[in-house]
């Protein structure tokens, strides 16, 4: 797999890159560039500080927005419910909601633009719009119903939500699977425009951030509370 990795670059660096070459290396930033009018496709061989000045955008703005695009793994100090969950909330949930709306526009575009050629990913928006309505609901449950019950020390908790989170994470990890086999697993073809190329930086970041998500929640969060469970203890 030939994932394209986020990587923190100085902004002084940043600012002579090409746009198009910041959109593939950089998930997320397609939408910025969409909403500055900046064209990162056809006109993507454009250095970011030339690009800014022949629209007048304020250069230090644009990077300090590129910035917050970096996405770090590191887990919280702490494992407490408390710092987890808000960590889930923060760097997942947050990020999820952020990029499956730009990867759908994305994918409609390519396959709309580039519906004569072999390679292109039919039926891509459409897998991507059930992977965003199946995880908005998944999400909405645990930030209604199961992370206040954790935060609170899983008083009263039976195995039933978390199982039930467990099964969404196997049907999520399905859906992974078939993005990938869509994508030959993220890796666009040769010759693919700037949009395509970031199109699949961004789906091989959604495919990392979702399986740390679900490693998270399965393997570090949930066996806290499954335990108290199987004991019978609802002490916090």
């Known amino acids: 797999m030939n994932h394209t990795a986020t990587v923190a670059i100085p902004t002084t660096d940043r600012a002579q890159q090409a746009i198009g070459q910041i959109a593939v290396n950089l998930?997320?930033?397609t939408a910025v560039f969409r909403r500055l009018k900046l064209d990162f496709c056809c006109g993507g061989q454009m250095p970011l500080q030339q690009a800014c000045a022949s629209k007048g955008l304020p250069l230090d703005a644009v990077l300090a927005e590129l910035a917050e695009l970096e996405r770090p793994h590191e887990l919280p100090a702490?494992?407490?419910?408390?710092?987890?969950?808000?960590?889930?909330?923060?760097?997942?949930?947050?990020?999820?909601?952020?990029?499956?709306?730009?990867?759908?526009?994305?994918?409609?575009?390519?396959?709309?633009?580039?519906?004569?050629?072999?390679?292109?990913?039919?039926?891509?928006?459409?897998?991507?719009?059930?992977?965003?309505?199946?995880?908005?609901?998944?999400?909405?449950?645990?930030?209604?119903?199961?992370?206040?019950?954790?935060?609170?020390g899983g008083q009263g908790a039976d195995s039933g939500p978390i199982q039930t989170m467990r099964d969404d994470h196997t049907?999520?990890?399905?859906?992974?699977?078939?993005?990938?086999?869509?994508?030959?697993?993220?890796?666009?073809p040769r010759g693919a425009c700037n949009t395509w190329r970031a199109l699949y930086a961004g789906i091989a970041q959604l495919s990392d951030d979702l399986i740390n998500h679900i490693h998270l929640e399965n393997n570090v969060l949930f066996p806290q509370f499954e335990a108290q469970v199987q004991t019978g203890c609802g002490c916090s």
């Open 27 to 29: 998930p997320g930033s």
């Open 78 to 152: 702490t494992e407490s419910p408390e710092a987890l969950v808000n960590h889930i909330l923060t760097r997942y949930h947050a990020v999820h909601r952020e990029q499956l709306p730009e990867l759908i526009r994305m994918a409609r575009r390519v396959e709309a633009v580039h519906r004569e050629s072999p390679d292109v990913p039919v039926g891509l928006a459409d897998l991507l719009e059930t992977m965003e309505a199946e995880l908005l609901g998944h999400m909405a449950l645990e930030e209604q119903v199961l992370f206040p019950l954790l935060r609170s």
């Open 171 to 188: 049907g999520h990890g399905a859906q992974l699977e078939r993005l990938m086999t869509l994508t030959d697993d993220a890796n666009p």
